[in-house]
């Protein structure tokens, strides 16, 4: 069966520091990969999504990075954090097979940036 | 530019009632409109897919309607438990936007035993 990881489970970062979050999921070759971010009693915005290795596409504009050096694993980065992008990560993956495509979602990690 | 609307407030109802969720969407053509359920500080769960020429998917105590002419998605818990206490989010995916799913920001239901 497919699993999917994200740690670390909680991270408390100062403003300015550097970021890295890690996703990998077992079980599934090729999967679809995508980053979300959540805000308190907000829905889900996506982030970052890719449909193979070293292929990223960027929804949102902001100074976040994602890169995938394997084929399942997922990587979620920032040079310098602003108060901004506290929130709660998820990571997903779905079936590269077009439409129809149900996400699975990760534990997440909730970021702090004081 | 396109919206998707869930209501906000909580919606809390009596243990064995049927708790009715609403979707609404603007400015989209959806080809599939998925239901997930969410429980606090976990990742959100897929529970039902249902397709635009689709009227309804049922699921064990689970059903969805879709409208397309009125823009809207009904989701139905039959006989709800506690343990159904969650918040359920809509997404939406259309035909020009593979890969991709347009989530509402969900609405919280409360069951009391």
């Known amino acids: 069966s497919q699993t999917i990881h994200q740690w670390p489970a909680t991270l408390v970062q100062p403003v300015g520091s550097p970021l890295s979050l890690e996703c990998t999921v077992e079980g599934t070759s090729n999967p679809n990969l995508y980053w979300y971010r959540q805000a308190a009693g907000r829905g889900l915005q996506l982030l970052f999504y890719?449909?193979?290795?070293?292929?990223i596409s960027s929804e949102v504009p902001q100074n976040l990075s994602a890169s995938r050096p394997q084929d399942r694993q997922f990587i979620l980065s920032s040079k310098k954090l602003l108060l901004s992008d506290s929130g709660f990560y998820l990571c997903?993956?779905?079936?590269?097979?077009?439409?129809?495509?149900?996400?699975?979602f990760g534990p997440g990690t909730r970021l702090l940036v004081l | 530019s396109q919206k998707i609307e869930q209501n906000s407030e909580a919606l809390n109802i009596q243990e064995g009632k049927t708790a009715t969720l609403t979707c609404n969407y603007t400015?989209?053509?959806?080809?599939?409109l998925q239901w997930y359920r969410q429980d606090p500080g976990r990742g959100p769960v897929f529970l039902l897919l249902?397709?635009?020429?689709?009227k309804e998917k049922r699921k064990e105590r689970l059903k969805v309607t879709f409208d397309t002419t009125l823009k809207q998605s009904l989701f139905h818990i039959t006989a709800s438990q506690p343990a159904d206490s969650a918040t359920y989010l809509c997404?939406?995916?259309?035909?020009?936007?593979?890969?991709?799913?347009?989530f509402g920001s969900g609405t919280r239901l409360l069951v009391r035993p």
């Open positions: 997404a939406l995916e259309g035909w020009s936007s593979s890969y991709k799913l347009i």
């Open positions: 249902i397709r635009e020429n689709e």
């Open positions: 400015n989209y053509s959806p080809a599939y």
């Open positions: 997903a993956w779905s079936v590269a097979s077009g439409l129809q495509e149900t996400q699975y």
């Open positions: 890719s449909v193979g290795i070293g292929q």
